[in-house]
């Protein structure tokens, strides 16, 4: 028997290398080429079930015995074509240097060195793409904190620090469609404060400024922070969005008024299911109009009797 050459296979790309290397194999030893390629493909079905066997690579020798070119692996032996004549021990020889200087992978040991080769090369790869994620997930996240602070800015009001016009406009607007989908009370609260225009006109601007900040700061500690959201929506007027009932918005009404000593006029209006944004804010409008009418510095909810007005207004 002589032996031409080994060569390991391990993926598919393997068992189509080792075709061509039987096909030239054939010419070389001046078989029949065409009668070859007919019965690699059968070779090759036999190798991929061996190799689904597998955990690592299968190694194909492929020999010359009884003038019939054969491959074998394990314990198995493939004919591939017979009838040929031995070229000699010289041609065999130099028909084996050719075969392993052909193909790197003909030795098992430079198999393993270029599966490891890859391997790290992957591993590099694997570890500079998670790196770039990385970046890139760090430089949306700082981006993100400009934005979020970018529209914080744009919504703050810069003297009280509250919520602006802008933003109790959009703030509203997605509160009320969001109740259209879910059971929760609301309360609308729109505040003014006082003859807050014959303050500055007496006091000045920058006292008439500190009287803004006071109130501020007095619905600020009213109400649940993170929850509920104060806003300022003019000179003078303010409002709050409070996800309470009409009793809980009265008890915070009147906490304002006692730390601003009386000098705020408060109208409370309570969310209905067919509200919208501008029903709701007419509501609480006409509940500020009512205690402004009814001498001012105190609170009156929408829907309530002269009466229980009366009662609590202080």
């Known amino acids: 028997m002589a032996f031409l050459f080994s060569f390991p ?12 290397l039987i096909l030239e194999a054939t010419g070389k030893l001046q078989g029949p080429v065409f009668s070859s390629a007919i019965k690699i493909p059968l070779l ?5 079930k061996a190799l689904s066997y597998e955990q690592t690579s299968l190694t194909v020798s492929l020999s010359l015995e009884n003038n019939c070119l054969q491959a074998s692996w394990q314990e198995n032996t493939f ?12 041609k065999i020889e130099k028909f084996q240097q050719d075969f392993k200087d052909k193909s790197q992978t003909s030795n098992p040991d430079l198999l393993r060195i270029q599966n490891e080769t890859i391997r790290k090369k992957l591993q590099l790869a ?8 990385r970046t890139i997930e760090h430089q949306l996240l700082h981006r ?16 009280t620090g509250l919520f602006n016009r802008g933003a109790y406009d959009r703030l509203l607007h997605k509160t009320i469609r969001q109740l259209q989908y879910e059971f929760r009370s609301f309360s609308l609260i729109f505040l003014d404060l006082d003859y807050f225009k014959e303050v500055n006109d007496t006091f000045g601007h920058a006292y008439g400024d500190e009287v803004l900040r006071s109130m501020a700061f007095a619905m600020r500690t009213a109400i649940r922070d993170g929850q509920d959201l104060a806003c300022r929506i003019g000179g003078d007027e303010f409002a709050i969005l409070l996800f309470a009932d ?6 915070i ?17 309570a969310f209905k299911k067919n509200d919208t944004p501008e029903s709701l804010a007419h509501k609480a409008d006409q509940a500020l109009y009512h205690a402004k009418n009814n001498g001012r510095g105190q609170v009156s909810v929408a829907g ?5 007005h009366l009662k609590h207004a202080n």
């Open 9 to 20: 296979i391990l993926t598919e790309p393997d068992i189509q290398r080792l075709s061509v």
């Open 44 to 48: 090759n079905i036999e190798l991929r």
């Open 79 to 90: 004919l591939l074509i017979s009838g040929i004549r031995h070229p000699g021990s010289k």
């Open 126 to 133: 694997r570890e500079e793409a998670q790196k770039e994620i």
């Open 144 to 159: 993100k904190k400009e934005l979020d602070l970018y529209i914080k800015k744009a919504e703050t009001d810069s003297l």
């Open 253 to 269: 009404a009147r906490t304002i008024l006692s730390d601003m000593d009386s000098k705020v006029s408060i109208g409370i209006a």
């Open 246 to 251: 009409t009793e809980q918005a009265g008890r």
């Open 304 to 308: 309530i009797t002269e009466e229980h």
